[in-house]
Nanobody
Framework: QVQLVESGGGLVEPGGSLTLSCQASEYPSGVYVMAWYRQAPGKEREHVANISKYGITKYNPSVEGRFTISRDNARPTIFLQMDSLKPDDTAVYYC?????????WGQGTQVTVSS
Protein backbone atom coordinates (compact mmCIF):
# COMPACT_ATOMS: atom_id res chain seq x y z
CA GLN A 1 0.00 0.00 0.00
CA VAL A 2 1.44 3.34 -1.09
CA GLN A 3 1.22 6.10 1.51
CA LEU A 4 0.72 9.65 0.19
CA VAL A 5 1.11 12.97 2.00
CA GLU A 6 0.22 16.29 0.38
CA SER A 7 1.63 19.64 1.47
CA GLY A 8 1.96 23.22 0.26
CA GLY A 9 -1.63 24.41 0.41
CA GLY A 10 -2.58 27.81 1.75
CA LEU A 11 -4.15 31.18 1.04
CA VAL A 12 -3.18 33.09 -2.09
CA GLU A 13 -4.59 36.13 -3.91
CA PRO A 14 -6.08 35.83 -7.40
CA GLY A 15 -3.31 35.81 -9.99
CA GLY A 16 -0.84 34.38 -7.52
CA SER A 17 1.08 31.12 -7.53
CA LEU A 18 1.38 28.10 -5.29
CA THR A 19 3.20 24.77 -5.52
CA LEU A 20 1.83 21.58 -4.02
CA SER A 21 3.90 18.52 -3.17
CA CYS A 22 2.91 14.89 -2.75
CA GLN A 23 5.41 12.64 -1.07
CA ALA A 24 4.83 8.92 -1.62
CA SER A 25 6.28 6.08 0.36
CA GLU A 26 7.41 4.53 -2.92
CA TYR A 27 6.81 4.45 -6.65
CA PRO A 28 4.76 1.35 -7.45
CA SER A 29 6.25 -1.43 -9.54
CA GLY A 30 5.08 -1.82 -13.12
CA VAL A 31 2.89 0.69 -14.95
CA TYR A 32 1.38 3.40 -12.77
CA VAL A 33 -0.06 6.89 -12.82
CA MET A 34 0.14 9.63 -10.22
CA ALA A 35 -2.40 12.40 -10.28
CA TRP A 36 -3.91 15.46 -8.64
CA TYR A 37 -7.63 15.84 -7.99
CA ARG A 38 -9.60 18.57 -6.27
CA GLN A 39 -12.96 18.97 -4.57
CA ALA A 40 -14.71 22.23 -3.74
CA PRO A 41 -17.60 22.45 -1.24
CA GLY A 42 -20.83 21.24 -2.83
CA LYS A 43 -19.06 19.90 -5.91
CA GLU A 44 -17.86 16.48 -7.04
CA ARG A 45 -14.21 15.59 -6.93
CA GLU A 46 -12.59 16.27 -10.29
CA HIS A 47 -9.39 15.35 -12.04
CA VAL A 48 -6.80 18.13 -12.31
CA ALA A 49 -3.69 16.56 -13.85
CA ASN A 50 -1.78 13.31 -14.02
CA ILE A 51 1.61 11.99 -14.98
CA SER A 52 2.47 8.43 -15.96
CA LYS A 53 5.50 6.32 -15.19
CA TYR A 54 6.82 7.36 -18.60
CA GLY A 55 6.37 11.09 -18.02
CA ILE A 56 3.27 11.57 -20.16
CA THR A 57 1.04 14.30 -18.74
CA LYS A 58 -2.63 15.15 -19.06
CA TYR A 59 -4.57 18.18 -17.78
CA ASN A 60 -8.11 19.22 -17.09
CA PRO A 61 -8.87 21.91 -19.72
CA SER A 62 -9.75 24.35 -16.94
CA VAL A 63 -6.12 24.38 -15.75
CA GLU A 64 -4.30 23.83 -19.04
CA GLY A 65 -1.58 26.43 -19.46
CA ARG A 66 -1.75 27.50 -15.81
CA PHE A 67 -0.85 24.33 -13.89
CA THR A 68 2.13 22.04 -14.38
CA ILE A 69 2.49 18.54 -12.96
CA SER A 70 5.96 17.08 -12.57
CA ARG A 71 7.73 14.12 -11.02
CA ASP A 72 11.00 13.74 -9.19
CA ASN A 73 12.75 10.76 -10.77
CA ALA A 74 15.05 10.29 -7.79
CA ARG A 75 12.49 10.66 -5.02
CA PRO A 76 8.92 9.34 -4.84
CA THR A 77 7.41 12.83 -5.08
CA ILE A 78 5.17 14.69 -7.52
CA PHE A 79 4.43 18.41 -7.69
CA LEU A 80 1.69 20.67 -8.94
CA GLN A 81 2.84 24.17 -9.85
CA MET A 82 -0.18 26.46 -9.98
CA ASP A 83 0.06 29.87 -11.64
CA SER A 84 -2.52 32.56 -12.43
CA LEU A 85 -4.77 31.20 -9.72
CA LYS A 86 -8.47 32.02 -9.78
CA PRO A 87 -11.11 31.94 -7.03
CA ASP A 88 -12.65 28.91 -8.80
CA ASP A 89 -9.43 27.01 -8.06
CA THR A 90 -10.35 27.03 -4.36
CA ALA A 91 -10.67 23.42 -3.23
CA VAL A 92 -9.10 20.61 -1.28
CA TYR A 93 -6.41 19.10 -3.49
CA TYR A 94 -5.75 15.36 -3.30
CA CYS A 95 -2.90 13.22 -4.55
CA UNK A 96 -3.59 9.78 -6.04
CA UNK A 97 -1.39 6.87 -7.03
CA UNK A 98 -2.83 3.95 -8.98
CA UNK A 99 -1.53 0.96 -10.87
CA UNK A 100 -1.57 -2.80 -10.95
CA UNK A 101 -0.86 -3.22 -7.26
CA UNK A 102 -2.48 -0.22 -5.58
CA UNK A 103 -4.96 2.64 -5.69
CA UNK A 104 -4.15 5.12 -2.94
CA TRP A 105 -5.23 8.63 -1.95
CA GLY A 106 -3.67 11.25 0.26
CA GLN A 107 -5.51 13.18 2.96
CA GLY A 108 -5.73 16.41 0.97
CA THR A 109 -4.44 19.96 1.34
CA GLN A 110 -6.58 23.11 1.27
CA VAL A 111 -6.00 25.78 -1.38
CA THR A 112 -7.91 29.04 -1.01
CA VAL A 113 -7.76 31.76 -3.65
CA SER A 114 -9.24 34.98 -2.33
CA SER A 115 -8.59 38.69 -2.01
Amino acid sequence: QVQLVESGGGLVEPGGSLTLSCQASEYPSGVYVMAWYRQAPGKEREHVANISKYGITKYNPSVEGRFTISRDNARPTIFLQMDSLKPDDTAVYYCRSYGAADDSWGQGTQVTVSS
